[in-house]
């Protein structure tokens, strides 16, 4: 159901108003991260993309520090 679900929410997108970041390991072997989390990154906007080094598609599993930083960003930008 989540390709469906991910059909039905891309109308969605460009609605967003919070801080959208988007973590993606440059080395994902299931997904081209370019190709995905480049694509989603042009259509949010304000979006902020981080490509993290050495990391595959379970990048909070491997650089979880590299997640909280995005989650840090976001709080920030959000207060303001």
Same mark, same amino acid.
């Given at each position: 159901? +989540? ?14 108003? #919070?801080?959208? +970041? ?9 997904? +081209? ?34 997640? +909280? ?6 709080? #920030?930008? #959000?207060?303001?």
């Amino acid at each position: 159901m +989540m390709i469906p679900q991910a059909i039905r929410l891309l109308r969605h997108e460009r609605t967003l108003r #919070a801080p959208v +970041m988007i973590v993606a390991g440059e080395k994902d072997r299931f997904q +081209m991260t370019q190709w995905q989390s480049g694509r989603l990154h042009e259509r949010v906007p304000g979006s902020r993309l981080h490509l993290v080094p050495n990391a595959g598609h379970m990048v909070h599993h491997t650089d979880p520090d590299a997640v +909280m930083a995005a989650v840090d960003e976001a709080a #920030a930008m #959000a207060s303001g």
